[in-house]
């Protein structure tokens, strides 16, 4: 999991594609989101946003 951090920060700055950052972290925020709330309380509240 660290060696694809490392890989992606190095394509970040090697290519200069700062602009995709936001994008992966709302990505990973929807998957945690998915994720922890499967099981919960919140669950319906998940499920009607997609």
Excluded: D, N
């Amino acid at each position: 999991m660290l060696e694809l951090l490392k890989e992606l920060f190095l394509f970040f700055r090697e290519h200069k594609r700062y602009v995709l950052i936001p994008v992966l972290a709302v990505l990973l925020m929807l998957g945690a989101l998915l994720v922890f709330g499967q099981g919960s309380v919140i669950a319906p509240f998940i499920y009607t946003l997609f």
